[in-house]
């Protein structure tokens, strides 16, 4: 009924959009297992159970919070409602300070407790990451 | 005072010429006669002197440390060296802005220069795409970003430039990633008038291709001109995050590659010419995107500075404008008038390139959606989400084995049609390259299949072109030696990743501490007064377990304007591995945060990009016979 060549492009066009869509799902899929939330101590403090998925944790670092020892740092990340400790072991970035806004990367252990696996480095000394700035309701 | 003035009037005057560009150039359009209205080319040098007159008044008040310019003050510092002086031109949002618009006069007008041989109806309509684009940028800088504005009174000091910036391979690394960005423009005008005038043939490929060239080769180095300064001055001993920002350098190299070997094929076959048509317009929209994103603070990355959202707006106005006028020429003018339409062989060079750069389509499609995803989530739902490194690698590495392997066999393989023929050295490379990967792998702790098949595709790429040098068959030698970076890039960066070893810890002046493969001994400290900061030096020994001993001297400095603290890493570069320190120090503590890397294979991966860039090169300067 139709040509060679009508076939051929339409063969063509059914592969191209199978291979798009397995693409699409292929990378949404992946993009659902490794995407990393980030949450306000007072979000982490509403949840209702602790999931083991890596999260991001955000707000000020409370003054006179930090602590340092030869192979920790603890402090207390907090939004001025609620706070939370952070334990990390590893390089803190130089922007890192008291009173100054954070993101950590890592893992619930319970409501109080966050353990880190990485301090985000900022390379500004103005800048407010805007989740924290959200965190904080800073407008 | 004056260099102010200057500097803004001739930004007006060169928007003026735009339009009268515009103006005769429609009127010459129409003309009979075959050559250009010489007066075209006479503007185009005005208007691109106009903006170097501007460009030069902004970098001589940044050296004059004119805070009168608000620009200046905001990122400027008597105390800063010349060299950031003049640096912290571009460095900023308005300088940068005025930076693209000096590439992009400079870039039409050599474009105008170097197109003799070309027809007149196709120069003047790129010409005036371009101009449009370029109106774009003037109206731009104009209205949201002058960097000419007047600040009353006149401040005494600036606020300075952010410290991290303060560096030699950030000053260069702007304005050479720019000119690939905004070399991508030119192929975009030009693309679209071949469109509009019929042209996108063997002819005009042959034509492009140099500038496609160019703004690739420059679009490499800039890349890695940023990764290697995240490397040193991050302090984290990476060289790619998959960060946000950098993703959006990336996916225009992506595009560009690809459309860099469809022009091949476009110049042998005369075929692709759609193709060829949609990844000039993909590689400048993304290069618009990426100033878009990085420029209007939606992205959030660890590379973002503080910015302003009225810009991120006109340009995204912008670029709508931009899309839909190219997908109107598009759609409105290009005929699919090519012979050889869907006349593919399934074995031959055509096939094969056309495979890998549905690949790239591929690895672009992720990066994009990896970098846009957290945007429309926090729009829609305002979920706040991060994507890491694992999706990335996840998603993209997997199909790095096929790609590699079709970049080994693709140039082995004849234009048009090609036949199976019984080529033993290829088998035999084959399984050289399995049998060393397995011996390499059975040594190291990682997950052997994924590994030995990834490692081998990029000995099997780096053995196969190897072979292409030392038979001294070098007929096509910057494919050869591209693609031979190429694997060598592969190959670095995965033993550098399966190799890396990090300790980290905190330590006082005078301790020791023992790791499993040596020790670091942390000597002493000394101070050190710069015109701009001041500084601790550290002094580390590492000691290996052979007994050598590696003296590193990272750096703690404190800017006093903007008042900051950095880390300034020691690295200890050797062919083999690069020995890295940097160290912390937290406020009103006496232990220094201490983190050591050995980074096996490090220096090769830079070396492996210059090859990249060699082979453009020799592209660029061969002519085909």
Redesign the interface.
Known sequence: MYGK?VK??FLFLVLLLA?VIL??F???Q??K???????SPSEINSLIEIESK?I?VGGMVKEKS?V??????NFIITDFKNEINVTY??????????GKGVVAEGFLKDKNYFSATKI????????M???VK?ALGVK | MFANQIGYYSLILGLLFSFLLCTIAIQDFNKVNKKLNENIIILTFLQLTFVIVSFFSLILSFINSDFSNETVFNNSHTTKPLFYKISGTWGNHEGSLLLWLLVLTLFIFLFLLKSNSQPKKYRILTLLFQQIIIIGFFLFVLTTSNPFNYLFPIPKEGLGL?P?LQDPALAIHPPILYLGYVGASIIFSASLAAVAQNYISQEWAQHIKKWVLISWIFLSLGIMLGSIWAYYE???GGFWFWDPVENVSLMPWLSLTALLHCIAVLERRATLTSWVVVLSITTFTLSMCGTFLVRS?LL?S?????NDPARGIFILIFLFVLIILSLGVFFIFHKDNNVNQ?NFFWLSRETSILINN?FMM?FL??VL??TV??IFLDVISS??????P??YH??IAPFLIPFLLFMALGPRLKWIKSKIEKKYSIIIIFIISIILTFFIIKNLTTNILFYTLLLSAAFFLFFTTLKEFLTKKLNNSSQTIAHFGFSLLILSILFNGILSSEV????KIGEKFKFGKGEIFFKKIEERRESNFNSIIAFFEIKDLEGNVVELEPE?RVYNQ??????EADIKTTLLEDKFI?M?L??G?E?F???YQSKPFMVWIWISVFLLGLGGTIGLFKTRT
């Open positions: 060549k051929l492009r291979t693409t699409v292929l990378i949404l992946s993009l297992e490794n995407v990393i939330y980030f949450q890596k991001r930090v340092i020892n030869s192979n920790k740092v072991s590893g390089a803190v970035p130089n922007l890192f300070a008291e985000l480095a900022k390379h500004d000394e103005n800048y990451p805007p989740e959200e | 952010n991290i991050l302090g984290w603070g959030n660890v590379h973002t500075f503080a869907n549905w591929y499609s992720v959606i990896g995803y957290p979920e706040k989400i991060s994507v890491g694992p999706f996840k998603l980290i810890t905190n330590m703690i903007p008042l900051m603290v950095t880390s940097v912390n937290v406020k503590n232990y945060n201490v983190r």
